[in-house]
């Protein structure tokens, strides 16, 4: 089974880009193989899309690429993405492990705020590494009523909006005669 040559790429990708950045493709997803046994056409590889199966790909003077990235989530979802899960991962344990420090401190505003902080400092990387386009922490008495503060709950909420690798380019090739202008409303409406 291809696992360890997955797990390879994904080591490699974590080298040379970011850990969250897709494995799949012509630029990280190369493998050393010999051949694979089935090739698909366009028909047959989007149906292996839809059913959230991966595969190889063979590029004639290019080589043969692990193609798409799906997991086997069958919702339509950020999460159906292989590079979206590893980035969840990674950042739910670089949170966990800086939450460690607010455990046994004062549940205040000034801890709320320490916390915010340093949660919004570390999603801010992850933003400039292309792995978020946005993100929001919430620790305010918004979701932290007073039944929970008078149990010593803190509760935090992260909400990110992962950066989605792209899967399909739609090119559009006019041809034109000299002097005749065509706008991009024209051009989106084909």
């Known amino acids: 089974p291809p696992s360890g040559m997955l797990a390879g790429l994904q080591a490699r990708t ?29 028909g047959e ?3 292996l899309y839809n059913a959230n199966l991966a595969y190889m ?3 004639v003077g290019k080589g043969i690429a692990f193609w798409e990235q ?17 980035l969840c991962n990674i950042i739910k344990r670089a949170t966990y492990d800086y939450l460690l420090y607010g455990l046994q ?20 990387v992850v933003q400039a590494g292309r792995g978020i386009s946005s993100f929001r922490v919430v620790i305010d008495a918004s979701n932290n009523p007073a039944a929970l503060v008078n149990t010593g709950v803190l509760a935090i ?8 690798a792209v ?3 739609q090119l559009t090739l006019a041809v034109s005669k000299e002097g005749l202008k065509i706008t991009e409303a024209e051009i989106a409406s084909w």
């Open 105 to 124: 401190e004062q549940n205040d505003d000034i801890l709320r705020r320490q916390l915010q902080f340093g949660l919004e400092d570390y999603l801010r």
């Open 70 to 86: 799906n997991t086997l989530y069958n919702k339509n979802s950020a999460l159906q993405f292989l590079n979206v899960r590893v």
């Open 157 to 164: 909420a992260i909400i990110i909006v992962p950066i989605l």
């Open 45 to 47: 590889a989007t149906l």
């Open 14 to 42: 974590t080298r040379i880009g970011q850990p969250w950045f897709s494995t799949a493709g012509l630029n990280r997803g190369l493998i050393r193989a010999l051949d694979v046994r089935e090739t698909y056409d366009d």
């Open 167 to 169: 899967r399909e380019i």
């Open 57 to 59: 790909r063979k590029f």
